[in-house]
Every structure is written in structure tokens, then in C-alpha cells.
């Protein structure tokens, strides 16, 4: 009897040592990532913020699932197929992709669900997505978030506002403007900067205030430039009112000094994180999420109501 003990207690034990050898906190490349690899392509320029979060997001969900997660990014339509296309060639298990450039990026795009690689969407290109082939699109409808943002800019008061583009031909950021001019019942006039170039950008910011002093309202549309165009209210001495998309530790604090009325929070971190799972999902389990339609990561309101709960998270660079 004794000796059934033992051989029953070194049965129990034996699947707790190989899960042991093979579940590891924090490596991604285990013997479960060697089988699934994730990759990542996006429009994200080296160094933004938002984009850094994205990525996050992602490698941390190839953490927790013990997948390989890949990431490339570039600005330029062209630069990105040419990432995509190296995805693709070295075929992974599924593939994620922004579409700031729609039209730039369809012929690689469609290359790769020819190719019978599984392919979500993320952040921009929302209504392309099902038309390429993606099997579901995560992130807003940024026409329905810049509506948002126009109608609490009116009830603001403001009705003469800048709205201020980074990124040349980002049709998700031209939809953001649209939304806003929408709903405001005022006038939007979009200005155009670079995001590589934040000094330049906030010197654009201050010379359209001090050439108009009836604009009352300044939208930007990334955290970075948010902070850039406070300095540039500050340094023209105009009364203009200031929001803003997407979320930082900056943005957050400009909030609770009543420096920016309101962030429109997209939750850049979940664009990273569900992708990379539901592909996992759909490797691991044939799961296929989303129904061909879109997965709403956003939009939110960050105000100061509730913008230090959310400061918490921003100083983790994981809002």
C-alpha cells in the first residue's frame, strides 16, 4: 500500500515539473512562442508615445500567452508595405496591421490574406478593414469620436477652433477633424504639423493664435502635440480652450491643472493587447474573433472627474 502512495504522489508531481521547464515569467521565447508567431506592423513612427504603448500592450500579451510577438513601423505607406511584405514572407501565425494610408497599404495587405495568414486591423482604416480581407478591425470610429469631441467642445463655449494634424495623409486624423466640425455648430480649420517635429509644431500652433484671435479652441490630436500646444496658448497669452486625443502622464496632469478641458482616450494599449490574443486564440483554439465587425477599443472621455484614476495607469505607460 505504501508503495501505490509513492507512485500515485510521483504521478502528480510529474506534469507539475514539465510545466515547470516550460511556463516562464516574462520569456516569450518558450517552447509555446517557438510554435505561434504574432507580428505587428504598423504606421507608428520610432519614438511616439502612443505607438510606444501600443507595442506594449502587444508584447506584453505575447508575455502572459508565451507567443512571439514581432514589431515594425513606418510612417511612410511605401516603407510599411515593404515591412508588411517581410511579415508575410516569413510567415507567421497571424498578422496585425494599422492603415493610416488605407489606399498605400492595400496591395500588401490583401498579399497577406492571400497568402491564408489571418490578419487583424488596428487603429486606423476602420472601414477598409472587412474590404481588405481583415478578419475584424480593433480600435474607434474616428469620424463618431471627433463628433464627441465637438460637442464637448460647444459645451465648452468654443466655437472657432484649430484642429492640428501630425501626420500627413492619416485619413483616420482628417476623419477626427470632420467629426469635430460636425457636431461643434462653428468653425474647424484644420492646420497641418509634423509630429517628428514638435518644436516646429507648437511654433505653428502659437503663430495661427496670434494671426486670429477669435480662435477659442484648440484640438490636437496626439498627447505629444497636446503638450506643445499648451505651451504655445501659454506663449501667445490666447484665452483658447484646449483638447486633445489620446492619453499620457502629461495629458493627464494638463487635465488636473485645468490646462486641457478633455482627452479622447482610444486605449491604445488594448489595440496591442487583443489583437495578439485573439490571433493566439484563433492558433491555439481556431477561434475567430469579431464576426467581421469591428472590436471598439474607444472612444472614452478622460476629464478631471476622472483623469486621476487614469494618471495611475499613464505612469505605467500602459494609458
Partial sequence: MKKNKIWVAALIAMPLAVAGCTA????????????????M?????????FWDVVKSGAEQAGTDLGVTVTYQGDGDPVKQSQLIDAAIAAKPDGLIVSMANPDGVKNAVEKAVAAGIPVITINSGLDQSKEFGAQTHIGQSEFIAGQGAGEQLAEGGVSNVICVIHEAGNTGLEERCNGAADTLGGTVTNVQVDVANVADAQNTIKSSLLADASIDGVLTLNPGIAVAASQAIEEAASTAQLATFDVSSDVTQLILDDKILFAVDQQPYSQGYLPVT????????????????????GPGFVTKDNADQVAKFAKNGTR
Avoid at 24 to 39: K, L, Q
Avoid at 278 to 297: H, I, K
Fill in 24 to 39: 516562464t515569467t516574462g520569456d516569450t521565447t518558450t517552447a509555446a512562442s517557438a510554435e505561434i508567431v504574432i507580428a
Fill in 41 to 49: 506592423v504598423t504606421h507608428g513612427s520610432p519614438g511616439d508615445t
Fill in 278 to 297: 485573439f490571433l493566439t486564440l484563433q492558433a491555439r483554439n481556431g477561434d475567430v474573433v469579431g464576426g467581421g465587425l469591428p472590436v471598439y477599443s
